[in-house]
């Protein structure tokens, strides 16, 4: 889907008075990464910002990088209820560049074909200050149970530590996510620039 496609999905929700993703953070991003000190955080792929709000939340220097502009914009009017700071990028994810360096690169959801995330995970490591983190969580290849359908956009833990060769490799495995409809299979990685 392109960034219109993207504004239409964000439109509606908004219209009927919901959002497209949860209003909570990813479960995985809170067990991943709440034990972390606060620093600079990037949350590509913000989609509304749900991960990104959590983190402003626990203290972090956040900002939410999306390429739809509607999606961004519900995240900013939640921030401002919330009372929480974040800074609300428009750009696409896999061009994106870092103006400094980063304590952390959180990546959820962004389904792209294998070379495109291995782009993105390379200029995500490229932001990192030393010892900065990249969490990436993404639908695994074998999942069956919501997300994507087209294997060229969903990845496995190999890909994914193929792509993560410049980091160190914390924890990169296949996760269970038990959803309503049945047992989801996501791919998580967290990585750590060297330093």
Wanted: glycine fraction near 8%.
């Amino acid at each position: 889907m392109n960034s219109d496609d993207w504004d239409a999905r964000y439109r509606e929700a908004a219209e009927g008075r919901a959002t497209v993703w949860s209003l909570e953070p990813n479960e995985w991003v809170v067990e991943a990464l709440a034990e972390l000190t606060p620093g600079v955080a990037v949350d590509l792929a913000a989609g509304e910002g749900r991960n990104a709000l959590w983190l402003a939340s626990r203290g972090w220097r956040v900002t939410a990088v999306d390429f739809a502009g509607v999606g961004l914009a519900a995240g900013a009017a939640r921030a401002e209820q919330l009372g929480v700071v974040v800074s609300w990028q428009k750009a696409d994810a896999t061009t994106w560049a870092a103006a400094e360096p980063v304590d952390l690169v959180l990546i959820a959801y962004l389904q792209l074909p294998r070379a495109e995330l291995a782009r993105v995970i390379s200029n995500a490591a490229s932001a990192l200050a030393p010892g900065g983190i990249l969490a990436l969580i993404a639908h695994d290849r074998a999942n069956t149970v919501g997300g994507p359908k087209d294997p060229d956009v969903l990845t496995t833990v190999a890909e994914l530590t193929e792509a993560a060769h410049a980091l160190e490799i914390v924890d990169c495995r296949q996760r269970e996510r038990v959803t309503s409809n049945g047992t989801a299979l996501d791919t998580v990685l967290i990585a750590r620039s060297p330093g």
